[in-house]
């Protein structure tokens, strides 16, 4: 059973987008297969810095630059993640007979950007296509389903009026816990990590600004000139080891999402250095942090100021230490290892496949 991974056609598997989630993820999933046994190749743009067991480029440099180029720090590179644009339709165009050479029986094909290849699926009927990580509002039709979190999973049940299924996991983001050094002394600012809009919180964040005494530190890809505010720094958008610094530095995280968080990612990066982070009670939030714990989840203005200023109460080694044993990629992985186990079984009994495992205590004798 080999995994073949298909990268995002309008980024790079390299640290520069790592601010993008996807991308983020897609370059650290073959480390984390690898170290569980499986051969990962990768379907990607030139220059990856993932280290799969092999690397098929697609789009060359040359192609990638004359395609985005053009694009600044700060513009959201999620813009060009259209299906059907010229960048996807030659990135498909070159995966397509990649694909062909190297497929074998019972090998998995790996989504991690879900249906901008799902016409995959019909030139590929005999193998298992897996969404590897689903945080997006469009799922393939009749895909294997790795969510990202259980709000996000019963998100897309109600959305599709339907029950759960067994062959659907829930499995967070992975993190290379290498890249997240924790801090264990509080900073003196707030930080903000994220695509600047409304949508992930600014208006709240600047509410915020006008009660808190506390400076607050953007960074992300945006314009922030609408949230502009004495006591808010905008910093632009930052990569790899920076995001660290900046997290690890900080007092606590803010997360105000205005929607259904899949995940959001860059509270569990905090968390990993050891910083408080400090949401919405709604979304994947629920399950990232544990009130009074790792962070605190707020409804109003004076929920968010009190939280401001009870994250000194808060231990950030333990902070970290449940981080990490959520999040590593060693725990990830062992659950997709058991994840795509289970998918390996549909190829003999599926469901009723057992494994002799001995029992662990004997049942009472019945007179």
């Not at 509002?137 to 979190?149: H, V």
């Not at 945006?222 to 990569?239: F, L, M, Q, V």
């Amino acid at each position: 059973m080999r995994l073949h991974l298909i990268g995002l056609f309008h980024t790079k598997s390299t640290i520069e987008y790592s601010h993008c989630a996807f991308t983020g993820k897609a370059l650290r999933f073959p480390k984390m297969m690898q170290a569980q046994g499986y051969e990962v190749l990768e379907y990607s743009n030139e220059g990856s810095e993932a280290n799969a067991t092999k690397h098929i480029p697609i789009l060359t440099e040359d192609e990638f630059d004359s395609l985005y180029g053009a694009r600044k720090k700060t513009d959201f590179h999620g813009n060009d993640a259209t299906v059907g644009s010229d960048g996807h339709q030659l990135f498909e165009k070159k995966l397509i007979p990649h694909l062909k050479e190297h497929l074998e029986k019972e090998d998995i094909i790996c989504h991690p950007f879900g249906h901008a290849h799902q016409g995959l699926m019909d030139l590929f009927p005999a193998h298992q296509h897996v969404e590897t990580g689903i945080g997006y509002p469009t799922l393939m039709p009749n895909s294997f389903r790795i969510f990202e979190s259980y709000a996000w999973m019963h998100y897309h049940q109600g959305k599709e009026n339907r029950a759960g299924k067994n062959y659907e996991w829930v499995i967070p983001n992975y993190f290379d816990t290498d890249d997240w050094k924790p801090k264990y002394k509080p900073g003196t600012y707030l930080a903000f990590l994220g695509r600047i809009c409304s949508q992930k919180g600014l208006d709240t964040i600047k509410e915020i600004a006008n009660h808190s005494p506390w400076p607050i530190v953007l960074h992300g890809q945006g314009d922030a000139s609408p949230w502009k505010h004495p006591n808010i720094e905008y910093r632009g958008p930052i990569t790899g080891l920076e995001r660290a610094e900046f997290l690890s530095n900080a007092r606590a995280t803010l997360m105000p999402t205005v929607f259904t968080e899949p995940f959001g990612g860059s509270g569990v990066e905090a968390m990993l250095c050891g910083t408080p982070l400090i949401a919405v009670d709604y979304g994947a939030f629920a399950e990232t942090v544990v009130s009074g714990v790792t962070g605190y989840r707020c409804h109003t203005l004076q929920d968010w100021l009190d939280a401001i200023e009870d994250v000194d109460d808060l231990d950030r080694r333990q902070i970290a230490k449940i981080a990490k044993q959520r999040y590593s990629l060693e725990a990830c992985g062992t659950k997709y290892d058991k994840a795509f186990q289970q998918l390996n079984d549909l190829w003999r009994k599926g469901w009723y496949e057992l494994r002799n495992k001995p029992s662990r205590s004997i049942p009472p004798r019945q007179e």
